[in-house]
């Protein structure tokens, strides 16, 4: 913190002019920190989520992998995105896939 020579040598207005200048910076810093903070946050919980979803999209091809000429499905993968396709001599079942 900067000396405040004029109160030093007891001449002046006699306010802390200091004092009042860093409460009028700290309550123009405060609220852009919090908006920042608060922008920031958001930012890690879309990336965490999309990380989750990631997962789990990998988690699911793993698996349609494995299913992969046992049950009639096809597995395939263009670019990111996947796609399953049933052929003719596929048996007729039921499956039930959950992504948690």
């Known amino acids: ?49 999309f990380g989750s979803v990631r997962q789990n999209l990998t988690d699911f091809k793993s698996t349609m992998s494995a299913m992969n000429g046992v049950t009639g499905m096809s597995l395939t993968q263009a670019g990111s995105s996947v796609t399953a396709s ?9 499956f039930r896939v959950v992504l948690k």
């Open 1 to 49: 913190m900067a000396t405040d020579y004029l109160s030093a040598l007891n001449v002046g207005s006699g306010l802390n002019t200091t004092q009042i200048i860093d409460a009028l910076v700290a309550a123009e810093q405060e609220p852009q920190e919090a908006l920042v903070n608060s922008q920031k946050e958001e930012a890690n919980v879309s990336i965490s989520s």
């Open 86 to 94: 049933i052929r003719d001599d596929a048996k007729v079942d039921q």
